[in-house]
């Protein structure tokens, strides 16, 4: 999961961000001239746009599975939180994709004390997320993992490479997907089970559903969610728990995280905004 927010144990475990990096840019299509219509015709011009035109021929030759995948999108957090006193700040999630490629990036910044990111690159495959690249900046440390045929951990170590496995990243993608696409049930006392890779090594992960509840979120309002929680692990990496909070009415994206580290350390965000394109 997500790194600690306190001192770094010998295997940090994070739940949610990555510096986002230089932000994809964003494919532009070219156009044949053509008069331009009436504003009340526009909508209906598109759709009858001829398919010669290079985004339709890319948008008819996508795998149909790519459909079912959230176009690109960007979540603000707001940040609280608790480490040797009260946390402020903000967070935000991306997610891009380009045919079956996708990125994805999580960041939190609280000032220093606080200041955490991870991202995730790889294939959008008819099976889920196939993970190639993860990194993980926490307060400065560097560390990362490589997916192929094995896994290469950050010490140089590779193993085996598990069915399905994810990163600390792309996790939060990967399971809103399977919640939307009914691969998994999202009703209380459901459970989830999967491989998470991280620059230390391989776990087992475990979420319970464990209820629904209603959130007040600064800007939307009360919003129904599930609330999701990880299983202790059967050797922790350092006592992390990260839970989430997926909405079904806003596409199942996770409008709640909250990474802890003891009673006295955590952080929490709570979405602000949510944009797509």
């Known amino acids: 999961m997500p790194e600690p927010v306190a001192e770094a144990p010998e295997e ?7 510096p986002l990096l230089a932000e994809a ?7 044949e001239a053509a008069p331009a219509p009436e504003p009340s015709d ?9 398919a010669s035109a290079p985004a339709s021929a890319a948008s008819a030759a996508e795998p149909a599975f790519l459909a079912s995948w959230p176009t690109d999108t960007r979540l603000t957090y707001k940040l609280g939180g608790h480490y040797r006193g ?3 700040g903000d967070a935000r999630v991306l997610w891009q994709r380009d045919g079956t490629r996708y990125h994805t990036a999580v960041e939190m910044s609280a000032g220093l004390l606080a200041s955490l990111s991870f991202t ?7 099976g889920g997320l196939r993970p190639e690249v993860y990194e993980e900046n926490v307060r400065g440390r560097r560390r990362g993992v490589r997916l192929g045929d094995d896994v290469r951990l950050n010490n140089g170590t590779r193993v085996p490479r598990p069915d399905a496995v994810q990163d600390t990243a792309s996790q939060f993608v990967e399971l809103g997907h399977r919640f939307a696409t009914g691969q998994v049930q999202l009703v209380p006392g459901a459970r989830i089970d999967f491989a998470m890779a991280r620059p230390g090594g391989i776990d087992d992960w475990t979420y319970d559903v464990i209820g629904e509840e209603t959130l007040h979120l600064p800007r939307l ?9 990880p299983r202790p692990l059967n050797k922790p990496r350092g006592p992390i728990s990260a839970e989430i909070w ?6 199942y994206l996770p409008v709640r995280i909250r990474i802890t580290q003891g009673p006295d350390t955590y952080i929490d965000l709570m979405v602000d905004t949510i944009e797509q394109r």
């Open 12 to 18: 940090p475990a994070s739940t949610a961000s990555a």
């Open 25 to 31: 840019p964003q494919p532009t299509a070219s156009r």
């Open 42 to 50: 526009t909508v209906a011009s598109a759709a009858a746009a001829p």
């Open 120 to 126: 995730s690159q790889g294939d959008i495959t008819a």
């Open 86 to 88: 009260e946390l402020h």
């Open 221 to 229: 309002g009360p919003v129904p969610t599930y609330h999701l929680k």
């Open 246 to 251: 997926y909405a079904p009415s806003l596409q």
